[in-house]
């Protein structure tokens, strides 16, 4: 079945520091993949998506390329603010437009 | 303002008592679904449903019932046969037959059975 593995946190950074979390997933077939970001006490938010290789979806600083070759869609952003502190989804679009979820990562910035 | 909301935002109940969380959309959206979210570990699909008077089990649909009678809606009950129904519950809907199907979710409902 469709299984989607990110790092475990919690990330801890500095305002300004680069952050990469990584996602890499197991699916038949060519899986749309997708961000999503949840801030305390919410529902989730969509942040960005690709849908086919070599996609890059970007939304707010973030950036996520599909990597088919290593089944891969690593979440960056070059600066992190106070404000992107939140837990990160990575999840991917099987069939019958079901989303199979990572176990999310915590990112905590701090000023 | 288009969206999704849920409600109760909390909701307290004595073990052995079903309880019904509700969702309602207003996006026009064919699909609905629900999940629960545990700390620790993401979510987990309980139902979801594409048309009316339509849905399917998701990976953990033991313990919940669910009825979509209009399209707008799609509440979720707990019943009592739910071992650990303490969670944080999170309904979403899309488009679908469509190559731009995204999930949106609502702003959640978090259950506490004592």
């Known amino acids: 079945g469709n299984s989607v593995t990110q790092m475990e946190g919690p990330v801890t950074l500095s305002e300004e520091a680069f952050l990469t979390i990584n996602c890499t997933y197991t699916?038949?077939?060519?899986?749309?993949l997708f961000w999503y970001v949840q801030y305390p006490g919410e529902g989730l938010q969509l942040l960005l998506k690709?849908?086919?290789?070599?996609d890059k979806g970007s939304n707010k600083g973030f950036e996520a390329t599909y990597r088919k070759e290593t089944t891969s869609f690593h979440l960056e952003k070059g600066s992190v603010q106070v404000s992107d502190s939140a837990v990160y989804f990575c999840?991917?679009?099987?069939?019958?437009?079901?989303?199979?979820f990572g176990k999310g990562t915590l990112l905590t910035v701090n000023p | 303002d288009g969206g999704i909301t849920q409600s109760p935002k909390y909701l307290f109940r004595k073990e052995g008592q079903n309880v019904t969380l509700s969702c309602e959309q207003n996006?026009?959206?064919?699909?609905m679904y629900w999940y629960r979210q545990d700390p620790g570990q993401g979510l987990r699909l309980i139902y979801y449903?594409?048309?009316?008077?339509?849905?399917q089990k998701g990976d953990i649909a033991e313990g919940y019932s669910v009825s979509r009678e209009k399209k707008e809606s799609f509440p979720l009950t707990v019943t009592s046969a739910q071992k650990n129904p303490t969670a944080f519950y999170l309904c979403?809907?899309?488009?679908?037959?469509?190559?731009?199907?995204?999930?949106?979710f609502g702003p959640g409902t978090r259950l506490t059975v004592t």
């Open positions: 979403a809907s899309s488009i679908i037959w469509t190559d731009r199907s995204e999930q949106y």
């Open positions: 699916a038949t077939g060519y899986p749309s």
């Open positions: 690709a849908t086919k290789a070599d």
């Open positions: 999840a991917l679009e099987g069939s019958n437009y079901k989303l199979t």
């Open positions: 996006l026009n959206h064919d699909a």
């Open positions: 449903s594409q048309i009316v008077n339509d849905f």
